[in-house]
């Protein structure tokens, strides 16, 4: 049944990520802006109750899974959230564009597209408060090329042409355009006026430029009524003032209010992007790290129990790091060895088996840090839904647990964050 809430009952928007840390990348956005938000784990079953939420976004782990499963997972959340009321949806995904030359942004984009039966949707990845920016349809990395930056070389999804109008036209049966930055920068009737004139030539997906914020603002305020938006979260940005022009978002609330959340703190670590790399430096000066090593793992060593016994002695003395993050060499070798998806997964499982001893032990307050390790870590610890509440650092909101023994996370995208962001990110938890 759902439950009251700001929306007349039910969510004014419901969101589908492709992983999790992006999905809590988007509810922070949302949460900043306004509107109290709550993310579901995985595709939510039919006895899941609607959250008490303005927005409900739920959270994948399709990014590179199959294209035909990530298809189906993402249609799926998408009935859910229809049936739980939503108006309108957004469809999530990493501000770097990670996908292949096969998907899955674009097959999941058009499959959504049908499922609502709309003729045209955006896309827009664009996050300039995080150096990721569009224009003349290439997405930068801060001043570099998508494609000359580090995510050139992602094990998984290796960007090498920054022409997103290009790019996304080999996943998509439909035509893809583009709305230039000259429009966006004309502000939101002009951006508005050009998606119909677009829709009208037959485009059915358009990638729209955008430098900074208030581009977003204007790209936000264009889609009202859209029943489909797709991008990274900063497009996210001018959505909740849609709702709040129509009367359906009051003022009077605290938008990212939590419990507190008392206990033993530990942070896990699989991302290997240079961000989270400096992060794990940083700690390691004054913090214990305990290494994960995937050849070790492969050779059969328990190093989840060698971890779990490392560690019973620390809890409760201040925060300690479980890593399998390693610099882009060390990663291709493991990957040469034991192949790119077994090397993963073999690291997944066994960060995901070390969170699930830690809380166990009591750890009630934990960081982690990479997208792929977020999903396994949560999924171990049966976890199912967040409360999102205040930002850490641009993209990463605190969350507490939803359930009987709420457990405070920050669950981070590998390239967000400063380097001190381990132990920022306890200090702003409540």
């Known amino acids: 049944m759902a439950t009251t809430g700001s929306g007349g009952g039910v969510p004014l928007l419901g969101c589908v990520a492709d992983d999790f840390t992006g999905a809590t990348d988007l509810a922070n956005t949302l949460v900043k802006n306004g509107m109290t938000t ?131 036209g080999r996943q998509t049966q439909g035509k893809v355009g583009l709305v230039p930055f000259p429009i966006v920068e004309a502000g939101a009737k002009a951006v508005k006026c050009t998606f119909r004139m677009l829709e009208d030539e037959g485009t059915r997906i358009a990638i729209v430029d955008a430098v900074t914020d208030r581009d977003l603002a204007a790209i936000g305020e264009a889609c009202a009524g859209m029943a489909l938006v797709t991008g990274g979260s900063g497009v996210a940005l001018g959505l909740p003032e849609n709702f709040r022009r129509r009367g359906l978002l009051t003022g009077d609330r605290v938008a990212d209010a939590l419990p507190a959340v008392t206990g033993p703190e530990a942070v896990i670590s699989g991302s290997c992007s240079p961000a989270t790399l400096a992060q794990v430096a940083r700690f390691a000066e004054d913090g214990p790290v305990f290494p994960v090593d995937p050849l070790a793992l492969a050779e059969g060593r328990d190093l989840v129990g060698e971890a779990l016994d490392w560690a019973r002695g620390r809890l409760g003395q201040g925060p300690l790091l479980v890593s399998a993050s390693a610099p882009a060499a060390t990663v291709a070798e493991v990957q040469k060895r034991l192949g790119v998806m077994a090397a993963g997964e073999l690291v997944e499982r066994a960060l995901a088996g070390i969170a699930r001893g830690l809380v166990a032990a009591g750890v009630r307050r934990l960081v982690v840090a990479g997208g792929e390790t977020a999903g396994a870590v949560v999924g171990a610890l049966g976890i199912r839904g967040l409360r999102i509440g205040r930002e850490i650092a641009p993209g990463v909101p605190c969350t507490v647990s939803l359930g009987e023994t709420p457990m405070a996370l920050a669950l981070k995208s590998g390239n967000f964050g400063d380097a001190d962001f381990f132990t920022k990110a306890f200090r702003t938890m409540p």
């Open 38 to 168: 709550v993310q579901l784990l995985g595709v939510p079953d039919a006895a899941t109750a609607v959250p008490e939420a303005d927005a409900v976004v739920v959270a994948l782990k399709s990014r590179t899974i199959a294209v035909a499963d990530a298809v189906a997972q993402s249609v799926a959340a998408l009935d859910w959230l229809r049936a739980a009321g939503a108006g309108q949806f957004f469809f999530k995904y990493c501000s770097t564009f990670d996908s292949t030359e096969k998907g899955n942004i674009g097959p999941v984009a058009e499959a959504l597209m049908a499922r609502l039966g709309t003729r045209f949707t955006i896309a827009c990845p664009a996050f300039p408060e995080n150096g990721r920016t569009l224009y003349k349809g290439h997405l930068f990395v801060g001043d570099l090329l998508l494609s000359d930056s580090s995510m050139r070389h992602h094990p998984l999804t290796p960007m090498t042409d920054a022409n997103l109008v290009r790019f996304l």
